[in-house]
């Protein structure tokens, strides 16, 4: 479940920001975070690196 591997992972216990724009920000680059390390972990970082245009 993604979130709780947010929580587990990243220690996102809870949100640091208190206004929900702030929120909704601070969560939208956790679950980018959660998602690179995904596709880190599946692809590998050559393929990676080969995929992002330069």
Do not use: D, W
């Amino acid at each position: 479940h993604p979130f709780g591997t947010l929580k587990a992972r990243m220690g996102a216990t809870h949100f640091l920001t208190k206004t929900l724009p702030r929120v909704s920000t601070e969560m939208a680059l956790q679950v980018l975070a959660y998602n690179l390390t995904r596709v880190l972990n599946i692809m590998g970082s050559r393929k990676l690196l080969a995929a992002i245009p330069a």
